[in-house]
C-alpha cells in the first residue's frame, strides 16, 4: 500500500517553515526521505529507523512516530533551494520493498 | 566515485519498436531497482534485484516489460513491443541491502 502525503503542494516565502507528512496503513519498519528536483533524479535526504527516532540535516529534520506509523518532515527558515518534490518511502517489516508516496511539490519564493 | 549511470538519457521511438533501457550500477552495491515515474501514477517500483537475481517483479505491469541483470554491474530493462502508454521516465537506482537508494538520472521515454 501506498503511503498517503499531505499537503500535496505548497508553496512557502523564503524563510518560511514547512512541515510534510507521511502517513501509512500498515507497520512500518523504516522511512525514507527523498527529494527531487524538476528534470533531476531523487536524492537520498535521510532515513528513520526506530519509533521516535528524529534526525536532522541542516535546517531539514524529520520524526518518526511508529505507533501512528506516521512520520514528518520539517523544514526551517526555507531557501530557495529546497524548491521540488519531497517522497517519502516506507518499508513494512519482513524485508518489504520501499514503497514511495505520491509526493509533496514545495516551491519556495524570495 | 560515479553513481548510477543509465543509458540513454533520452529516446523517443514509434510504437511497436523494441526499447531496451540500460544502468550501470554503483560498484559494490547489490540491490538494483528499476522505477516508472509518470505524473499520473508517480514513481513506480516495476523490479528489483538482489545479487543479481530478481527478487521483486510484481510491478512489471505486463509481459512487455522484461529485466536482466547478467551481471553485478549491468541490467537491462526491455519493452517490446513499445506503446505510448510506455512513455515515462525510467530510473534505475543501486544500493547495500537495506541502505539508502541512490538514483540514475533517468531515461526520458517517449514513445510515437
Redesign the interface.
Known sequence: QQPVQSPQAVILREGEDAVINCSSSKALYSVHWYRQKHGEAPVFLMILLKGGEQKGHEKISASFNEKKQQSSLYLTASQLSYSGTYFCGTEGFGNEKLTFGTGTRLTIIP | DAGVIQSPRHEVTEMGQEVTLRCKPISGHNSLFWYRQTMMR??E?LI?FNNNVP??DSGMPEDRFSAKMPNASFSTLKIQPSEPRDSAVY?CASSLMNQ???????TRLSIL
Open positions: 508517480g514513481l517500483l528489483y527478487i521483486d530510473f539508502p537508494q541512490h538514483f540514475g538520472d533517468g
